[in-house]
């Protein structure tokens, strides 16, 4: 999907339920991995409560923050759209049913003993990390494409993704460097 040339005007302030329900949709679509994509679609392109620069800034931010960053994000869009009641209402509806399911299958794990008796549950759980990597690649193209202008946008997030990714830098040393590295360079060529 393109992006647009002209802005989307901004859509009315969601209900707490609104709220419950859009996060309690997301949560049943994926859990552990691939909510910021569903996350995204849902707030930015489904409901147009945010734009993507809202959703990036409030994304990095969830992801500095201690805590789940998928949890982090839901409660900094729901505190954005209704405040404190607002958090409680995304937080709730997100972590309702993974909990249920993450129970669930916590018990059937048991009751099984060992994947070995239990293959189809191993064969589930690798088809859920691959359908989070694909949509979190999906959603990491899309926001690069719309956001990302000039080299040294594009040479930054190309060091961090083979510092992180391939060679297997931690995130905190990563960032320790190319935080403000980046901080700089935007300060010193602006516009680049």
């Known amino acids: 999907m393109q992006p ?19 996060f309690m949709s997301i949560g049943m679509m994926s859990f552990g991995g691939g909510l910021a994509a569903w ?24 992801q500095l923050v201690p805590g789940a960053t998928n949890v982090n994000l839901a409660v900094f869009i729901g505190t954005l759209m209704r405040g404190t009641s607002g958090a409680l209402a995304a937080f709730a509806g997100l972590t309702a049913l993974p909990l249920a399911l993450m129970l669930t299958a916590g018990a059937l794990y048991l009751h099984a003993q060992s994947t070995a008796t239990a293959p189809w549950l191993s064969a589930a759980l690798a088809g859920m990390g691959a359908v989070a990597i694909g949509l979190n690649l999906g959603t ?18 190309a060091v961090v993704t083979i510092a992180i990714g391939i060679i297997g830098i931690p995130l905190i040393q990563v960032l320790a460097v190319m935080l403000p590295v980046s901080i700089l360079l935007a300060w010193k060529l602006p516009g680049r």
């Open 140 to 157: 990491g193209v899309r926001l690069a494409r719309r956001n990302l202008r000039g080299a040294v946008p594009i040479l930054i997030t």
């Open 4 to 22: 647009s040339s002209s802005p989307r005007p901004k859509a009315a302030q969601p209900t707490l339920g609104a709220l419950f329900v859009s």
């Open 39 to 62: 996350t995204r679609r849902e707030v930015v392109q489904k409901r147009n409560w945010l734009d993507d620069r809202q959703f990036l800034s409030g994304y990095a931010l969830s």
